[in-house]
T-cell receptor, first 114, second 111 residues
Framework: DAGVIQSPRHEVTEMGQEVTLRCKPISGHNSLFWYRQTMMRGLELLIYFNNNVPIDDSGMPEDRFSAKMPNASFSTLKIQPSEPRDSAVYFC????????????FGDGTRLSIL | GQQVMQIPQYQHVQEGEDFTTYCNSSTTLSNIQWYKQRPGGHPVFLIQLVKSGEVKKQKRLTFQFGEAKKNSSLHITATQTTDVGTYFCAAVTGANSKLTFGKGITLSVRP
């Protein structure tokens, strides 16, 4: 079984540039989550989707961040314009619907903004 | 909002020693999940506890849900170097029933 697939694995770019992170959830899972992980703040939920619809985006830091899920097998997280403080590891996770369902994480995208 | 607390954030043990860590909440939890993240890796689901006082075992790992469903523990018997990593607890919080992760405890094991 293919797990959650994220791309790119690493991204280094200069501040001000647009960054797009991609995620393919596990086939059949209908909930998708975007997390950001830093040493200081730990693992933070940015946004999650259920059946392709954003349910809670209260964790999105500011308007520079946006996320879409155009279909059940693809989601993007975009940062425009990027800033050095956005440097972090960004994880995508998917699960079956329901708060008691285990989440399956992708390998993450390690993002560095110079 | 409601949080799950994990203190301390780091613990160092000698290989072969036992290790216990706790996850605490100020409110009653419907369930709690535990995840492990190896260095450089991603969180991996270990187990879920649902019932008051529930105990589950996975080889040398023992997970327990408190009687009041406000805390949980993870106990590792005779730690090995393969146990190195960060252990997170996570619980459902808020009106949108989203899973909130604790800050995690990073375990290092001296060979």
């Amino acid at each position: 079984d293919a797990g959650v697939i994220q791309s790119p694995r690493h991204e280094v770019t200069e501040m001000g540039q647009e960054v797009t992170l991609r995620c393919k959830p596990i086939s059949g899972h209908n909930s998708l989550f975007w997390y950001r992980q830093t040493m200081m703040r730990g693992l933070e939920l940015l946004i999650y989707f259920n059946n392709n619809v954003p349910i809670d985006d209260s964790g999105m830091p500011e308007d520079r961040f946006s996320a879409k899920m155009p279909n059940a097998s693809f989601s993007t997280l975009k940062i425009q314009p990027s800033e050095p403080r956005d440097s972090a590891v960004y994880f995508c996770a998917s699960s079956w619907t329901g708060s008691n369902q285990p989440q399956h994480f992708g390998d993450g995208t390690r993002l560095s903004i110079l | 909002g409601q949080q799950v607390m994990q203190i301390p954030q780091y613990q160092h043990v000698q290989e072969g020693e036992d290790f216990t860590t706790y996850c605490n909440s100020s409110t009653t939890l419907s369930n709690i999940q535990w995840y492990k993240q190896r260095p450089g890796g991603h969180p991996v689901f270990l187990i879920q506890l649902v019932k008051s006082g529930e105990v589950k075992k996975q080889k040398r790992l023992t997970f327990q849900f408190g009687e009041a469903k406000k805390n949980s523990s993870l106990h590792i018997t005779a730690t090995q170097t393969t146990d190195v990593g960060t252990y997170f607890c996570a619980a459902v919080t808020g009106a949108n029933s989203k899973l909130t992760f604790g800050k995690g405890i990073t375990l290092s094991v001296r060979p």
